[in-house]
């Protein structure tokens, strides 16, 4: 028995000499459980959300599309001013007022503690919105790391949190009020739900992104539905997709059709319009089949590439029993995220916000591509192999949030100056005459696209559009008297043909003027000889005249001198 028992540590002993190196040596994160637990979830939530808020607090609005099909509207809902696009004509229907109603359920409340005499009451209302933003995309990331970890992939978590929170791409994304990034949202639901086995929370936050959020997800989700008819319970699985498409389309349906005055369902509209019918989306601009790559190497440096490695590495490591498992799962969690990319690829329209869908899973895919690398790596040398691992792991992880943060300096240097300009209205508009005409009009021409939305003018201004160069169809003023969100502007349509009615007639009604400052010109040739009042100038950079490289990154003393700055301008007239 003695000779049995020593025997038997020495088998141990050479079995364990005989394992590869990443399972002879795990490191005391690898083997810390606490990202499974409750309290690691909670830090977890903590690190994220606080990543989130600054998101929340400083990040700029990227596409005017988030500004008048989404600001807006919700703007008007709450104040009874603000300006309506085509697609929210009765005419199209294109647009979900479910969605809308969803974030003006949560900016009621803030509508009425910023009532309570404070300076800049809308403006509460808009960075409150945004931080609900914040914390619903921390708390679906954090339930993706949870769950990655219980999954026993605990080194892959750690740098996973790592990525989230340094990522110039979620930094962008997570805050932004688009139905894409709604639909990131619970698409990492889906992913963590995809990790734990969850296939009811997979379908339900599948047909939410779905019917709630971007109907063109159903392309990205067709990788989920595959697993869920292959491993799930059929029947039950039915049930809970019926279920809850029904539930969300008649949902939909009733709150479209109420707001549009009559049987409308948006989803409908949208694919019958875009797919069946004769949208055209090149109207708004057409890019190569590199487009994504390039704006992937700005906002997810090297964590694109690492992705796009991940599923040829995923797929080899299937090849050996021990690793089957954790590959197979993480090849099926991160799957959608290259359907998605393909499908994009393949549009002729393309814009940057079409890959927040799967920036989670693009940072899911890199964080275990850069542990196998790492792993590998330090295969060299069997005797430093832990030592080797942490430090190829740091330096991937060090490398990408350097470049992160660097890219987001460039954003908030180069590119926040519309924002805080109009942020200068608030205080010095004239206070209401009582008449009820507005006591002031602001104006702006050629940069109404950087229009950062009505939260950021007081209430008792107007803001009116001058006649520019811009020749396509400009929004219109929701009008209350006529309907409101039931009616539209005779001018607005899907052709993208601008009309006179749409510019301010008398331009010496304008109180304030937003422009860009060419070498002392103002972007506005026609307003030249009239007087206008500097109130306000800040620096904004001139994408056509500065290098790329630094207009991309921000590299301290070196992007100053490289970049050719131009000026946003408030004026008042003199």
């Known amino acids: 028995m003695r000779r049995r028992k020593v025997q038997t540590r020495g ?65 008007y809902l709450l104040y009874k001013d603000g300006f309506q696009t085509w697609e929210y004509s009765p005419e199209f229907a294109l647009r979900s007022y479910l969605y809308i109603i969803i974030h003006y359920v949560f900016a009621v409340p803030l509508q009425w503690v910023s009532a309570l005499g404070l300076v800049n009451p809308k403006l509460l209302v808009f960075f409150g919105v945004r931080c609900l933003f914040a914390l619903a995309s921390a708390g679906s990331e954090a339930y993706l790391v949870h769950n990655l970890s219980k999954k026993g992939m605990c080194v892959e978590a750690y740098v996973l949190i790592c990525l ?68 799930g319970k059929l029947v039950q699985s039915l049930k809970v997709s019926f279920a809850s498409a029904a539930i969300l389309l008649a949902l939909t349906f009733a709150f479209d059709s109420f707001f549009y005055g009559r049987y409308a369902l948006s989803l409908y509209s949208f694919l019958s319009y875009n797919v069946f019918g004769s949208g055209d989306s090149a109207l708004y601009g057409v890019e190569n089949s590199t487009y994504y790559l390039r704006n992937g190497a700005n906002n997810l440096n090297l964590l694109l590439p690492l992705s796009l490695l991940a599923p040829f590495l995923f797929i080899a490591r299937t090849c050996f029993r021990k690793f089957r498992d954790k590959a197979s799962v993480l090849l099926i969690a991160c799957s959608p995220q290259w359907v998605w990319l393909g499908a994009i690829t393949l549009l002729p329209h393309k814009e940057e916000r079409f890959m927040y869908v799967v920036y ?35 330096a991937a992880v060090i490398c990408s949030s350097a470049l992160s943060v660097s890219r987001v300096g460039a954003l908030l240097w180069n590119y926040n100056a519309n924002m805080r300009i109009y942020m200068g209205i608030h205080g010095m508009s004239p206070k209401a005459d009582g008449d009820g005409s507005p006591p002031c009009v602001v104006c702006m021409g050629s940069e109404w696209y950087e229009y950062p939305s009505s939260f950021f003018v007081p209430q008792s201004c107007k803001v009116n559009f001058l006649k520019s160069e811009f020749g396509g169809v400009l929004p219109a003023h929701f009008n209350a008297s006529l309907g409101g969100t039931r009616s539209a502007a005779a001018y ?42 500097v109130v306000k100038e800040l620096h904004y950079v001139q994408s056509s005249a500065s290098k790329a490289l630094y207009r991309a990154l921000y590299i301290p003393f070196l992007s100053r001198r490289n970049l050719k700055y131009n000026y946003y301008v408030l004026y008042n007239k003199a």
């Open 492 to 533: 607005l349509n899907d052709r993208n043909e601008a009309d006179d009615r749409q510019y301010i007639e008398d331009e010496s009604a304008c109180t304030f003027l937003v422009a860009l400052k060419y070498d002392d010109k103002l972007s506005e040739p026609k307003l030249q000889k009239k007087g206008w009042n």
């Open 11 to 75: 088998d141990a002993s050479s079995k364990r000499a005989d394992q590869a190196p990443e399972e002879e040596t795990k490191s005391s994160l690898e083997g810390a459980p606490f990202l499974s637990t409750s309290r690691g979830f909670a830090v977890t939530l903590v690190l994220l959300t606080s990543a989130r808020l600054l998101s929340a607090s400083f990040n700029i609005i990227h596409d005017c599309d988030e500004t008048y099909n989404y600001w807006e509207p919700l703007h």
């Open 164 to 231: 989230l929170m340094t990522s110039a791409g979620m930094f962008i994304s997570s805050t932004s009020f688009l139905p894409g990034t709604f639909s990131m949202y619970l698409f990492t639901v889906a992913t963590a739900s995809v990790l734990s086995g969850k296939t009811d929370l997979v379908i339900i936050s599948c047909a939410a992104s779905v019917i709630l959020g971007w109907s063109v997800t159903a392309i990205a989700a067709l990788p989920y539905a595959l697993w869920v008819l292959v491993t």
């Open 360 to 394: 989670p899973q693009i940072m899911l895919a890199a964080s275990a591509t850069i542990v196998y690398i790492g792993s590998l790596l330090a295969c060299v040398s069997k005797k430093h192999f832990r030592l080797l691992k942490v430090l190829a792991i740091a």
